[in-house]
């Protein structure tokens, strides 16, 4: 399929690949200081009316998808705070839409972590947990604002370990006050349980979070740059001799354990996103986003449960957001999604989508970043060198 010059469907028809499906839960017993993601607090929480207005939703937009689903990913916010009869309600209603899941994934904070809601979650079909730990020192996550310390991290992992065998642990690295050795030990511990994957990220300052706020005041100093890199160093080869495989910027898995759903993102795959914030993408080159309005969103759609109909974008515009990707957009993403990524551009399918002008432009682009290594151009593919990750931006700026 063509549009405007642009093989937005090369490689294949992605509308009949099989998508995926996210589910934000937009509540938090407390927010870290670090954090970005839309969410308000639990003592707050409308849990029957947030799983209505979910229900409402996914029924009235369920049309959009043109692929059944292979993945499920519910993110927060915290998704392990739902009630359990909740959680239930919830996936009872969406189930007969969630036939041959591959992957069904649960962020959970270790502090929710017990028998009863393990339980709970798969036999709602969860084959996948992903423990938001961070770090194993317990005066880091005070300053992080976590509420759970090292052991309960650990105690819910061992618990977690005899309903799932397919867990994936958060780590965070350039911390307040976390030396190169402290993170050398968490990644001794993570190596040390044996997670299937590791998501490992560098401390961002982003705008409007309480860290951003106290380092500009002088109450939290950043992290030198220098520092930073040795950690992602230590990072790579730490998990490289324990066998794990680093297929992404930030994300390590053992042999046949990658994030299916995550991967969806990279390769351009459709999606649908429900509840406040959430985004969607079609696949070809349609944004959606709905606005983070919490309140908003309960009441309009609790209001419309068990209504059949179909969402209608003119009249309910101050809810979602839509933007329709031009050819540029559509290049650029593709370039900072794929570089993020072990195997990087597929040079022929970039030039079967963009044309062979934008091939040659963007090999003529990567000629002195393959010259001096830390771009590799190998079997039709452009990716990044290992040592040169932790400057890729501005290589993926060069090349966009």
């Known amino acids: ?46 849990w029957h009316g947030y799983v209505d207005a979910l229900c409402s939703e996914f029924n009235a937009r369920i049309k959009e998808m043109a692929c059944p689903f292979r993945t499920v990913y519910v993110g927060g916010g915290t998704p392990s705070l739902m009630p359990c009869e909740e959680f239930v309600r919830l996936f009872d209603n969406l189930k007969p839409y969630l036939k041959d899941i591959e992957e069904f994934t649960i962020e959970v904070n270790p502090d929710d972590v017990n028998e009863k809601y393990l339980q709970v979650w798969k036999s709602a079909g969860v084959n996948r947990l992903s423990i938001g730990i ?44 976390q030396t190169v050795d402290m993170w050398t030990a968490d990644l001794k511990k993570v190596v040390a349980m044996r997670p299937e994957h590791i998501s490992a990220y560098s401390l961002m300052y982003e705008e409007g979070t309480a860290l951003t706020l106290m380092r500009d005041c002088g109450r939290m100093a950043e992290m030198p740059d220098d520092t930073c890199e040795k950690m992602f160093l230590v990072l790579v080869n730490e998990l490289k001799k324990a066998g794990y495989e680093h297929y992404e910027t930030s994300n390590f898995a053992l042999p046949g354990y990658r994030s299916i759903h995550n991967s969806s993102y990279w390769r351009q795959m459709p999606y649908l996103g429900i509840g406040p914030s959430a985004h969607s993408y079609d696949g070809l080159r349609t944004r959606k986003s709905n606005r983070a309005d919490l309140r908003g969103y309960i009441d309009c759609w609790s209001s419309m449960q068990g209504k059949d109909s179909t969402f209608n974008y003119g009249k309910n515009e101050g809810l979602v957001d839509m933007e329709v990707l031009t050819d540029d957009e559509l290049r650029e993403e593709y370039i900072l999604t794929r570089m993020r990524t072990r195997e990087g551009i597929d040079v022929d399918d970039f030039e079967r989508r963009f044309g062979v002008k934008e091939s040659r432009r963007l090999l003529a682009r990567a000629k002195f970043r393959i010259e001096e290594g830390s771009l590799l151009l190998e079997d039709g593919h452009l990716a990044l060198s290992e040592n040169a990750i932790m400057i890729s931006d501005s290589i993926i700026v060069d090349l966009a």
């Open 1 to 46: 399929m063509k549009f405007s010059g642009v093989d937005i469907t090369a490689g294949g028809d992605v509308t009949q690949e099989r998508g995926g499906l996210y589910i934000h839960v937009a509540y938090c017993r407390k927010k870290c200081i670090y954090c970005d993601f839309f969410s308000a607090g639990a003592r707050i929480a409308d």
């Open 134 to 177: 961070q770090s194993f020192d317990d005066k880091v996550l005070a300053s992080l604002g976590r509420l759970h310390d090292a052991s309960s991290a650990c105690r819910a992992y061992e618990l977690s370990r005899r309903y799932f065998d397919n867990i994936s642990v958060d780590l965070m690295f350039g911390l307040p006050g």
